[in-house]
């Protein structure tokens, strides 16, 4: 399983990575606000197909970067599937005008481990999909770290690097390319 997300097909990054288990333990972390809000984002998430999910992305509180007041990001949608412990897809606003995106985790249990898929679909541009590969990969480490009880690399340096190894493996020429 290799570490770097793929693009699977024009708009959409693929990233997987092999976990400590178990499953349930997993699913908390992407669906318990304050765990959540460890290795990726805080924000609301109503627990079901339809309900409302925010990210709301402070830096700060995922590696201690940073002003702990500033949010770097935030970003809203629906939950489109909720099917605990195995799947949760949910619309990923992309802002400036353009359709929301789409994020699907899949969880499979692999022996004492598990495997996550992120699949994030409808990427408007190579801008976004550069940033959303970087983005993921970092984010997944953190998780990684946390779920094993380590310190993550700090996640700007990171993300930085990734975003630089991501250029040249990322397709170009496509509309809308930025």
């Known amino acids: 399983m290799s570490e770097y997300g793929e693009v699977v097909e024009p708009g959409t990054v693929r990233i997987e990575r092999l976990l400590p288990g ?9 669906t318990d606000i304050d765990k959540r809000a460890t290795w990726l984002a805080g924000g609301l998430l ?9 990210h709301v992305f402070r830096i700060h509180e995922l590696t201690g970067e940073g ?62 999909m550069l940033n959303i590969a970087a983005g993921w990969h970092t984010h997944l480490d953190i998780l990684r770290a946390r779920l ?20 040249p493996m990322l397709p170009t020429g496509w509309a809308g390319r930025s």
């Open 46 to 54: 109503e627990q079901a197909t339809g309900g409302r999910i925010q």
């Open 148 to 167: 094993a009880a380590c310190p993550p690399d700090m996640y700007w340096p990171k993300f930085n690097s990734l975003r630089a190894e991501y250029e």
């Open 67 to 128: 002003d702990p007041a500033e949010v770097a990001d935030r970003k809203h949608g629906e939950v489109l599937e909720w099917d605990p412990p195995h799947l949760l897809r949910h619309t990923w606003s992309t802002g400036g005008g353009l359709a929301d995106s789409e994020v699907t985790f899949a969880l499979e249990q692999a022996g004492d481990k598990v495997c996550l898929t992120v699949i994030h679909r409808r990427l408007p541009t190579r801008g976004e």
């Open 22 to 30: 178990p499953i349930e333990r997993v699913w908390a972390y992407l």
